[in-house]
């Protein structure tokens, strides 16, 4: 924290103390139990977080926490804030929307770090996306290939795809809910971020004379997602669910990346 300081850096961290979460494999409560999986606590996370905060604090830098899963983190960042830290924060779509209930069937799409938590979490995160708390939604996109997720839950790797689908859940989340706008989403999904991490080419209005990077899309289109999609892999916690609202077509530099639902520049992507 202290070294990138001197250059406005900023310090992205997970948050997991290892010791905590030794061969954990899903949210630590009544159903894991039930389940007879490792649970992972929520303090695995949060003590790291305030842990952090507090060294931002003293140091003066900046801390953008990464995935926050529990309504404890939320709480932790909120107050951070009000006291002036420069701390920054983001969320899963899958994380504010999916819940540890789907363990219940030992399907290992639904395996993945940090774990998905209880109903009472996933409004936390909703309500800390609203207020301000929360400054990103982002992906966390782990692909993997079919024979990583094809096997039993313990062995299964961690993690799941959720580009393609991750302006549907913030659209659903937002909007459709009645939470918030549209400006609020641009700033979670786009000028947030880029602010964040400094690119300045990003998430910014258009300008005259400036090469347009524009997400376009049809907040009123209904579709349902295929266990495959342009991801060459198949662990997609969404597939088969009803879902509005999709990006129809992306430009960057001025020119199709992505058109009419297909990626115009495999190389670009």
């Not at 977080?49 to 529990?70: F, K, N, P, Q, W």
């Not at 996109?141 to 302006?167: I, N």
């Not at 918030?180 to 910014?204: C, H, K, P, T």
């Not at 295929?226 to 530099?253: C, F, W």
């Amino acid at each position: 924290l202290e070294y990138v300081k001197a250059f406005d850096g900023v310090i992205a961290q997970h948050a997991q103390e290892p010791k905590l979460t030794v061969n954990a494999q899903m949210n630590e409560g009544a159903l894991a139990t039930r389940l007879g999986l490792a649970g992972w606590p929520h303090v695995a996370e949060e003590a790291i977080i305030a842990r952090d905060l507090m060294l931002t604090e003293l140091t003066g830098s900046r801390l953008h926490v990464c995935h926050v899963s529990t309504a404890g983190s939320v709480e932790l960042i909120r107050q951070a804030k009000k006291r002036g830290v420069n701390v920054s924060a983001e969320v899963t779509p899958h994380h504010l929307l999916l819940t540890e209930s789907l363990a219940a069937g030992y399907d290992p799409l639904y395996k993945v770090n940090p774990p998905l938590r209880t109903d009472a979490d996933v409004k936390a995160l909703r309500d800390g996306l609203v207020d301000g708390t929360i400054d990103v939604i982002a992906t966390d996109h782990a692909p993997h290939p079919k024979e990583s997720k094809d096997t039993d839950w313990a062995s299964a790797a961690f993690g799941m795809v959720g580009l393609e689908t991750a302006y549907s859940v913030a659209q659903e989340v937002l909007i459709d809910s009645g939470k918030s706008d549209f400006a609020r989403l641009a700033e979670v999904m786009s000028i947030n971020g880029a602010r964040i991490s400094g690119l300045e080419s990003q998430g910014r209005y258009l300008e005259p004379g400036s090469s347009a990077n524009l997400t376009l899309v049809n907040p009123g289109l209904s579709w349902s997602p295929e266990p495959r999609t342009q991801s060459m892999s198949e662990n997609n916690p969404y597939s088969g669910l009803a879902m509005k609202g999709r990006v129809v077509h992306t430009i960057y530099d001025g020119e199709f990346s992505y058109r009419d639902f297909q990626v115009v520049q495999k190389g670009r992507i």
